[in-house]
């Protein structure tokens, strides 16, 4: 799913998340008093019920897919910006485990070093989960847990060279104690992607020893146009370098 940059705001997202949640709490209220007599025969346990059940909806339709989109955006673009150049002594190696702790814990391991990710700070997909567990607690006096079993970010024949595909998948119980009013929602999985266009270039800055940076974007030549001209251009634009293995 490719999700508008709009998405890219926390507040945002949250805001439009709790909006939804909101008319959804009214529209509830709003038939339980309907008619007196249907909401004196009705359990409130049953009305508490219909709303958790709108609630799970809307998290796994709407906010996980914003949470995880937002959050891997930011978390990739750091990711980028913090690499060593190519002369430096660590690297990433394995790149969804360096994302998997940068998304979860807005931080790096290189070597012996713990580095923190500024653009991360208050911003990781816990961060978003926990945000809406505060806003559960107040507005439903309902808690809720969760355990993120993985995160993969991928690129395949589907996406191509432009675009960028995450998932993620994990448990979650929402509600207290063994009663109707639970949910126990194992290994849901969530898919998002995005473009990643303006990001930096990773290979161009490895490659120079963070010499030479530039921005992914994307070269519309055609079969006749590689010309001696349109290739100097192309140099002096930064977006080609000399591979010293061809």
Known sequence: MVIPRFFLSKKGIFLT???????SLLLLYASTQYEVSYRETVPTETLRVSG????????????????????????????????????????????????????????????????????????????????????????LRSGMKYSIRSITITQDDTTGPWFVNVSMSLDYVLGEGSGPAQWTRNNVTIFVSFDI??????????????????????????????????????????????????
Do not use: C
Request: glycine share 6%; hydrophobic share 40%; net charge negative.
């Open 17 to 23: 998340f709790i909006a939804v949640l909101l008319v």
């Open 52 to 139: 958790l059940n709108n609630f799970v909806s809307d998290f796994e339709g709407a906010y996980l897919e914003r949470a995880l989109f937002a959050s891997s955006h930011r978390e990739l673009i750091s990711l980028i910006r913090i690499a060593p150049d190519g002369s430096g002594s660590s690297r990433i190696v394995d790149i969804n485990q360096a994302f998997t702790e940068a998304i979860l814990n807005g931080t790096l391991t290189m070597g012996n070093s713990n580095i923190i990710l500024p653009e991360m700070v208050n911003n990781t997909l816990p961060n978003w989960l926990d945000n809406l567990n505060n806003f559960t607690q107040r507005s």
């Open 197 to 246: 266009l303006g990001f930096e270039d990773p290979y161009l800055k490895f490659q120079t020893d963070n010499r030479l940076n530039n921005t992914i974007s994307r070269f519309n030549g055609t079969e006749g146009s590689y010309s001696p001209e349109n290739l100097t251009a192309l140099i002096l634009s930064r977006q080609f370098i000399h591979d010293r293995g061809s």
